[in-house]
């Protein structure tokens, strides 16, 4: 019995010895492969169904993700392609606004690896060689040697939501004020505000002038048509009615209005005051009730890809301190959209009114932002009030994933 017992030792430890002679020689490498290659594929579904919940405009999520089928042992890469809405959407004709949301994710894919203690890099955006309207960037994952901080903003990603109701007219207080403008310092931006009751009349009354734009305009009725989820509280890929910012019969007008078609909507505005309403709920009172509006100013115009994904990042960060604060949030980005379209010679509308009438937009919010409206990349509005009744969720990672065969 203790000759069969030394023998079982001998062999064990043969048998270790061996395995640790092959470990040093890698021959084991393919059993040593596998496992990192599975972490590496949980690492990036981990950061990727946090990620997802960066916002986009009328939450199309215009972002598909190419995860390999091999992943490196010292990397965990995946592929971005961010498609513009240029074709069939006229608040993003030049790819900008996509541009926008793409950096927005790209800021959570690192507050959400910082969570994790790794560190990512992202390669240089570039334009897909047979589809301009792609735009693809590398991601990069890696364990990281240095003692990542992780950002409390991180914890607000899920949270973050529109809230278009009107809000408390509570002001913000100079220490709000200061951490929305930390939060976007690091980057090259400053934020200008329009807060006194006053200068928020003076809001409300140009954004109700932007809502008749947004309303008159038949290039926008293929957006308005499509985007809203009627009848739900929650929407994966559209906005879900209640978040409309419409009383009920706000939105069974709305409704009415839309599955009749543009030459509905047409005769609705010009002879029935049919953007009265809207205008009021959506644009004016909202415009009036809440703690201010903000201004995000760059350094320079944005112009190019690069420089509208670094927007779409401080917009991301300013959106997720508001959350952290506690606050209400509400992008207010077609001034600005119609502003970028009348500078830049962009033919949006057929129609002559729509385009006389972004040109008034443009001059007026030029003066709004003392002459920095060139460098004025987005607005919105913030303050205190309840959440809002529906929201728009995400799709699942499936659906979002692009098969690395196909591209």
Same mark, same amino acid.
């Given at each position: ?124 955006? =570039?334009?897909?060689?047979? &589809? &301009? ?8 994952? =890696? ?38 403008? !930390? ?15 006053? +200068? =928020? ?11 008749? %734009? ?30 409309? *910012? ?11 209005? %839309? +599955?009749? *078609? ?18 009021? !709920?959506? &644009? ?27 927007? *779409? ?6 959106? %997720? ?5 506690? %606050? !209400? ?60 009744? *529906? ?17």
């Amino acid at each position: 019995m203790l000759k069969s017992s030394k023998l079982v030792n001998k062999q064990t430890l043969a048998l270790f010895s061996s395995i640790t002679a092959a470990r040093s020689f890698h021959t084991l490498s393919p059993l040593l492969d596998s496992k990192p290659s599975l972490d590496s594929k949980l690492i990036i579904e981990k950061v990727l169904e946090r990620s997802k919940w960066a916002p986009s405009g009328d939450n199309v999520q215009p972002w598909r993700f190419e995860i390999p089928s091999q992943l490196s042992n010292s990397s965990t890469q995946f592929t971005i392609h961010n498609f513009d809405t240029r074709s069939h959407c006229v608040y993003d004709l030049r790819g900008s606004a996509s541009c926008i949301a793409l950096g927005a994710l790209l800021e959570n894919i690192e507050l959400s690896c910082g969570e994790m203690g790794l560190s990512v890099e992202f390669s240089e955006p =570039r334009v897909h060689e047979k &589809d &301009d309207s792609r735009v693809i960037v590398q991601v990069s994952i =890696r364990d990281s040697n240095e003692n990542i901080r992780k950002d409390d903003l991180s914890e607000f990603i899920e949270k973050r939501c529109v809230n278009r109701r009107p809000f408390s007219t509570k002001a913000l207080t100079p220490q709000e004020k200061q951490e929305f403008s !930390q939060s976007v310092a690091s980057l090259g931006f400053s934020l200008l505000w329009k807060e006194s009751p006053m +200068d =928020r009349f003076k809001t409300a009354l140009f954004l109700q002038k932007n809502g008749k %734009l947004r309303l008159i305009t038949p290039e926008a009725y293929a957006t308005h048509s499509t985007i809203i989820e009627f009848g739900v509280n929650q929407s994966k890929d559209r906005i879900p009615s209640p978040a409309v *910012g419409l009383d009920p019969l706000g939105l069974f007008f709305m409704k009415w209005a %839309l +599955d009749g *078609g543009w030459k509905r909507v047409d005769f609705l505005n010009r002879f029935m005051g049919g953007t009265l309403l809207p205008r009021l !709920q959506m &644009d004016l009172l909202p415009g009036f009730f809440c703690g201010g509006h903000f201004m995000l100013v760059a350094e320079k115009e944005a112009k190019d890809i690069n420089d509208f994904i670094k927007v *779409g990042r401080a917009l991301q960060r300013l959106w %997720l301190t508001s959350t952290k604060l506690g %606050l !209400q949030f509400q992008p207010e980005a077609t001034p600005v959209i119609f502003s970028n379209y009348v500078r830049n010679g962009v033919e949006f509308s057929e129609k002559e009114e729509s385009r006389e009438l972004a040109k008034s937009i443009e001059k007026t919010l030029n003066e709004m932002v003392e002459g920095k409206g060139k460098n004025t990349v987005f607005m919105g509005r913030v303050g205190h009030g309840k959440a809002p009744p *529906g929201r728009s969720i995400r799709k699942s990672l499936n659906e979002l994933l692009l098969d690395p065969a196909s591209q």
